[in-house]
């Protein structure tokens, strides 16, 4: 079993989260009764605990009362590597005594058991080793005390981000109970006690959220105060919460203002974090430390500050930057939609790439985006990513659209946010409509049997991704105003996709029209030349690649066996190479003459049997390139991927496509 040191098996903050939200969820489940636990007991509310040959036993100790352990209820939440949750639940023995068993033992898969002692959660991590199929763990319950002289203030630190027209402030305390004991000082107490930790709000705050991971109750506001009354466990946890402050209004300057930071209960060390395209900090005896540190995947700039007593406080005085207000300084590199359905709805991730070509910060004027997002006409909003927020990504007042209003630094971001669209007999749609240029699109689908039909995207192989399997569809060069319109339907018993459908009946009948033909095209070749064109056979050779995508798809989704597999890619792989030899010989035919031929009746094309200079010019110069050097498609100027086969284009064959 990995372990921890001894503040991480005792809990910290974001294990006490999971664990109260474990604790919750035995509510939703049916009673499972004593004795070991098997994947799938628990109710249908619950997604079950993933299955393998592993097993977790313990034993839920108190150590001074040997009866708390007994009888009580256990649980175990499970966090897979691609994400997704599993829970059960069961009791110990009369000796304390619990298990769980037929649990996987892969190394991605993470435990966290729990158990509750007095209505207070207790738990451990949990995680097998390569190879490893059993873990015996005591599940310790610690005593209970309200003495609170254990207790510290390790370091407090504040995160300052620029969201639209307010600040983002964000607290952390690092806190410590020295003791062996949890500290928790119990409501019928509270009139007569002070609490175990005290913070105050400035005057002016708003949008208060309590970010103790939905551990309701456990941060009390009154006002401007916050309490914390316990649990506090032995070892390190921290305790966190966040506001915003409303920026002064400035008419093309920066803003300026000051922010009092009280500590009623004092701490050892203070750190500031500002974003590196947020605010500039200063403050009596306040240094930049040089380092820069990473929160929610954004840089900040690391400022630190000596203890500040019980009771005392810190002044930070803050310039905000005035930011550009340009849309067209805001592109996007790429869209990314990664799509899970089920029987009922289809959940949709949209994840954005964006890059702001300007040297400061990017924030929509009062009332205008940056960019618009639209939603589907079906699709219900589910919420922006915690990392997107601070980039002001907000929804409409009709919650059709999503408007992007910064700041966003110079560079590269990136936005994320969830949708849901209904799923009706095993099937959905979706409409896209893009308000922006999109270079790339990439449409990604957990592959349950689905099968999905859109004239604008291209088949691309699936790949792997944890434990699913996902189809990737692609899409180049989307004009702004265009939409993409994507059906999604199950996959029947037996059948193919109506496009592996479609393939294989043109693969037939090409072959039988080409024994048909044959013949006849040989003599008249023979007769006549090549009559081979460029563009001909490179849609020709588009179609043998299109059908070798098809057929990878259909033999790593299982619908084909080995053997056909290999006889059908030999067949096509041949087919490949030749017309790639026939383009090869057409492009040959079509290559201009060169200067020592020209005094052949072919060549003379003026009266006087002499080609004028700029004739001669000409017929030097290769013809003009306005297909793909990979595929042979059709290609415009401005493209960065050919949307036939989604290959890069160099500037330079840009250039000579739009020549």
């Known amino acids: 079993m990995k372990a921890g040191r001894r503040g991480g098996d005792r809990l910290g903050i974001l294990s006490v989260a999971v664990i109260v939200f474990a604790m919750a969820l035995p509510q939703l489940v049916t009673a499972q009764g004593h004795g070991p636990l098997q994947p799938g007991q628990a109710g249908r509310a619950t997604p079950d605990l993933p299955?393998?040959?592993?097993?977790?036993?313990?034993?839920?100790?108190?150590?001074?009362?040997?009866?708390?352990?007994?009888?009580?209820?256990?649980?175990?939440?499970?966090?897979?590597?691609?994400?997704?949750?599993?829970?059960?639940?069961?009791?110990?023995?009369?000796?304390g005594r619990f298990a769980f068993e037929g649990l996987s033992n892969e190394p991605g898969v993470v435990y966290l058991l729990s158990t509750q002692h007095e209505g207070v959660p207790f738990g451990r991590r949990v995680a097998f080793e390569s190879g490893q199929t059993e873990v015996k763990i005591d599940l310790a319950v610690?005593?209970?005390?309200?003495?609170?002289?254990?207790?510290?203030v390790i370091e407090s630190t504040t995160a300052l981000d620029r969201v639209g027209r307010h600040l983002l402030v964000r607290e952390v305390h690092l806190v410590r109970n020295r003791g062996e004991g949890v500290i928790h000082v119990k409501p019928a107490l509270r009139q007569d006690r002070d609490p175990i930790f005290r913070a105050t709000l400035p005057e002016n705050a708003n949008g208060f959220m309590d970010g103790q991971a939905g551990m309701a109750g456990k941060l009390v506001r009154d006002g401007d105060s916050l309490q914390f009354w316990g649990p506090a466990y032995p070892g390190e946890q921290k305790i966190s919460y966040q506001y915003s402050l409303s920026?002064?209004?400035?008419?093309?300057?920066?803003?300026?203002?000051?922010?009092?930071?009280?500590?009623?209960?004092?701490?050892?060390?203070?750190?500031v974090l500002s974003a590196t395209d947020g605010p500039t900090v200063t403050s009596p005896g306040l240094e930049e430390t040089g380092e820069k540190a990473e929160l929610g995947g954004r840089s900040y700039r690391k400022f630190a500050a000596p203890a500040v007593r019980a009771g005392g406080s810190l002044a930070l005085a803050l310039v905000v930057p005035q930011a550009e207000s340009d849309p067209n300084a805001v592109s996007v590199v790429q869209?990314?939609?990664?799509?899970?359905?089920?029987?009922?709805?289809?959940?949709?991730?949209?994840?954005?790439e964006l890059r702001v070509e300007s040297p400061g910060q990017v924030m929509a004027a009062p009332g205008e985006s940056l960019l618009r997002i639209d939603l589907p006409t079906n699709a219900e909003f589910l919420g922006v990513a915690s990392a997107t927020k601070p980039l002001g990504l907000e929804p409409t007042d009709d919650g059709r659209a999503l408007e992007l209003r910064g700041p966003l630094a110079p560079?590269?971001?990136?936005?994320?946010?969830?949708?849901?669209?209904?799923?009706?007999?095993?099937?959905s749609d979706l409409e896209l409509d893009f308000t922006r240029q999109i270079p790339v699109l990439n449409m990604l689908v957990a592959d349950v049997g689905i099968v999905i039909e859109s004239s604008r995207l291209h088949r691309r192989r699936p790949f792997r991704s944890g434990t699913r399997i996902y189809l990737h569809r692609q899409a180049f060069q989307l004009d702004p105003g265009e939409k993409i319109a994507i059906d999604f339907r199950p996959l029947e018993r037996g059948s193919l996709p109506r496009s592996a459908a479609v393939t294989g009946i043109l693969a037939i009948a090409s072959l039988g029209a080409w024994f048909l033909i044959a013949p006849l095209r040989t003599r008249e070749a023979r007769a006549a030349g090549d009559a081979d064109t460029l563009p001909g056979l490179s849609e020709e050779r588009e179609y043998v690649y299109e059908s070798m995508r098809d057929l990878e798809h259909d033999f790593e989704t299982g619908k084909l066996d080995p053997d056909d597999y290999e006889r059908m890619k030999s067949e096509l792989r041949a087919d490949a190479v030749e017309l790639l030899r026939r383009e090869r010989t057409a492009n040959?035919?079509?290559?201009?003459?060169?200067?020592?031929?020209?005094?052949?009746?072919?060549s003379a094309s003026s009266p006087s049997g002499a080609s004028s200079p700029s004739d001669a010019s000409a017929d030097a110069t290769p013809t003009a390139r306005a297909f793909c050097p990979s595929c042979g498609g059709r290609i415009a100027p401005i493209w960065s991927f050919c949307s036939h086969c989604g290959g890069p284009l160099q500037p330079s064959e840009r250039t000579e496509a739009g020549e």
Request: charged share 25%.
């Open 335 to 352: 869209a990314n939609f990664w799509v899970h359905m089920d029987d009922t709805s289809m959940e949709v991730t949209g994840e954005w």
């Open 51 to 95: 299955r393998g040959p592993a097993a977790i036993r313990g034993r839920v100790v108190h150590r001074d009362n040997p009866a708390a352990g007994r009888g009580v209820a256990v649980s175990l939440y499970a966090l897979n590597a691609d994400g997704s949750p599993g829970m059960g639940d069961t009791q110990s023995d009369a000796e």
């Open 588 to 602: 040959e035919v079509a290559r201009p003459s060169s200067p020592s031929d020209a005094s052949s009746p072919s």
């Open 142 to 152: 610690a005593p209970f005390t309200d003495d609170v002289s254990e207790f510290e």
């Open 411 to 427: 560079g590269k971001s990136n936005i994320s946010y969830r949708f849901r669209a209904p799923v009706q007999a095993g099937a």
């Open 247 to 271: 920026l002064p209004t400035t008419d093309g300057e920066d803003s300026q203002f000051d922010l009092l930071r009280r500590f009623p209960s004092g701490t050892g060390r203070v750190v």
